[in-house]
């Protein structure tokens, strides 16, 4: 269970994650605190669905999909491998640029022996308990450090309070992008995957599967939080952050050359982590539950192979790739949420009989016209392929 949480929040938290916090803290100042707030809520209704559904269930997302609809699933399964692949060479890019910044080695040399542990995991004998560990000492390492910046930066925090209930500003843009960030993708469904892999499934663990996806939101969270504060009490002195790299000069402000050493830790540990976590979820999109374990760790092996191989070749994923990829990545989660909801209102009988909630269906539909709108956002980015 834990390690279900920590997968799904840690997948969550990779490169991209630190820019955009850090982007925004500068944007909006404390009034972040409320977009914050309001993507968390977000977050959890969504999680709450789809955990509820698929754990009880005990199908993943493609398998829920090939039930409704047959094909269904394959083509949510052809999006999230798509998607994975290309966001898995910006996750193994930001693997070597922590590196380079912790301990000053080639980015392409820290990315490539990231891309050695991350395969050794799933090769390991005992493979699952090693995904389950890794993943939970790198969320551990992350919140730990930003903690620490968090603290020694000393942010305002009693505005930030206040604005998190009476914001000055309001932008449900960055909102919108917030909750793309934490749930979007093959990100929802990376921890209730693992639940499923590990057994705890069916209405008698609902109490379980209930608990682990709030908790893995609120992970998220501390960590959001966490960064946001640190950046928040940079701003507040009035340094102007550099553009380039915004969260890594909010950590060297804040607590000098240790400061830019932790921020190398905390973005190798979340490019890691997401390596990991985006592997073994595109992976679990093409293949079932009745795939050999061993034939599975070694697709997962080569799918970060060829992400490593295609990093050190092209240094950096192709802006091009990364738009299709953006694409791919913001249809995922309104056709697998609407799957879900479809599978809680009208299809009883893949939930064993559990009467499922109907106050939670409503909320989930409702989200459910948000993840629709952050969809058609990350369409019109193709606009720009064809100009």
Known sequence: MVGAVFLMATSSIGPG?????SVFTVQMGAAFAFAILLSILVDIAIQLNVWRVLGISGLRANELGNTILPGLGWFMAA??????????????AGTGLGVNAMLGIDPKIGGAVSAAIAIFVFLSKRAGVALD?????????????????????????????????????VDFLVITTLIGGTVGGYITFAGVHRLIDSGNTGVENLKQINNSSVLGIVVIGIMRV????????????????????????????????????????????????????????????VTTQNTDPKVRNWITVA??????????????????????AGAFNGLILPIGFAVVLWAAWRRQDLLKGYKYPVWLLVIGAVVLLITLYMGYRSLTGLSTLWG
């Open 17 to 21: 994650f630190l820019t955009q916090t």
């Open 79 to 92: 999006l999230v491998f798509v998607g994975g692949l290309v966001f898995n060479i910006g996750n193994i």
């Open 133 to 169: 560990r890794i993943v939970i000492a790198l969320g551990a390492i992350m919140i730990l450090l930003m903690l620490y910046v968090a603290i020694v930066s000393q942010p305002p925090v009693g505005e930030a309070l206040r604005q998190t209930v009476m914001p000055e500003e």
């Open 226 to 285: 966490l960064l946001f504060l640190a950046v928040l009490g940079v701003v507040a002195t009035g340094v102007t952050l550099s553009k380039d790299n915004t969260a890594a000069d909010a950590f060297f402000h804040a607590a000098g050359e240790f400061g830019l050493r932790a921020f190398g830790l905390v973005l190798w540990a979340a490019g890691l982590s997401s390596v990991i976590g985006a592997s073994y979820t595109s992976v679990s999109f």
């Open 303 to 324: 799918f970060i192979a060829v992400c490593a191989v295609a990093y050190l070749f092209l240094g950096t994923a192709p802006q091009t790739l990364l738009i299709f």
